[in-house]
Antibody, heavy 119, light 107 residues
Framework: QVQLVQSGAEVKKPGASVKVSCEASGYSFTRYAIHWVRQAPGQRLEWMGWINTGDGRTKYSQKFQGRVTITRDSRASTAYIEVRRLTSEDTAVYFC????????????WGQGTLVTVSS | DIQMTQSPSTLSASIGDRVTITCRASQSISGWLAWYQQKPGKAPKLLISEASSLESGVPSRFSGSGYGTEFTLTISSLQPDDFATYYCQQYNSYLYTFGQGTKLEIK
């Protein structure tokens, strides 16, 4: 069955960077895009960006452009998101999600990774 | 960016009730709308795609309708497992946006 397993919770200081991983199994990794969606406490879900796992092309929400990088390691069937210059407003649960081939809705989700930014 | 607005933000209901949640888009998204259910501490679960297509394994008491800018999610007879937060999401255009959520509580 399709599974997306994310790395564990992180605590970071303001100004630091964090990198969260998302390991996929149960399907052909390079056939489906991986997206990253975050949810700050009590807030709505917020789409951050996605990666074409086949060729590595990425697209980001303008809000995160220049501060976020999404990559993948096809051999490890793993996608990553790195967020730099963290502030307290980046405290959130970060989810990876697999979309369908032709439409950007999120069929399978990772369990979420809590990133806490605190001095 | 397309803004998605759900109403109500909170809904109190009893087991067996029929409930409806509304989602409005700031511009037409045709039928490119999904509904998700999220329980505390869990990832969202996809319930409905293309406004009205029920995902495999989702109980038939859930239904969706709408087109353009106004959409609804209806639960015909609430069950204990349905108390959760529901989000709509548009996928008509880049910057895939979600509604603010509707928390369904037990009355």
């Amino acid at each position: 069955q399709v599974q997306l397993v994310q790395s564990g919770a992180e605590v970071k200081k303001p100004g630091a960077s964090v990198k969260v991983s998302c390991e996929a199994s149960g399907y052909s990794f390079t056939r489906y895009a991986i997206h990253w969606v975050r949810q700050a406490p009590g807030q709505r879900l917020e789409w951050m960006g996605w990666i074409n796992t086949g060729d590595g092309r990425t697209k980001y929400s303008q809000k995160f452009q220049g501060r976020v990088t999404i990559t993948r390691d096809s051999r490890a069937s793993t996608a990553y998101i790195e967020v730099r210059r963290l502030t307290s407003e980046d405290t959130a649960v970060y989810f990876c999600a697999r979309s369908r081939p032709t439409v950007t809705l999120f069929e399978y989700w990772g369990q979420g990774t809590l990133v806490t930014v605190s001095s | 960016d397309i803004q998605m607005t759900q109403s109500p933000s909170t809904l109190s209901a009893s087991i067996g009730d029929r409930v409806t949640i509304t989602c409005r888009a700031s511009q037409s998204i045709s039928g490119w709308l999904a509904w998700y259910q999220q329980k505390p501490g869990k990832a969202p679960k996809l319930l409905i795609s293309e406004a009205s297509s029920l995902e495999s394994g989702v109980p038939s008491r859930f239904s969706g309708s709408g087109y353009g800018t106004e959409f609804t999610l209806t639960i015909s007879s609430l069950q204990p497992d349905d108390f959760a937060t529901y989000y709509c999401q548009q996928y008509n255009s880049y910057l895939y946006t979600f509604g603010q959520g509707t928390k369904l509580e037990i009355k």
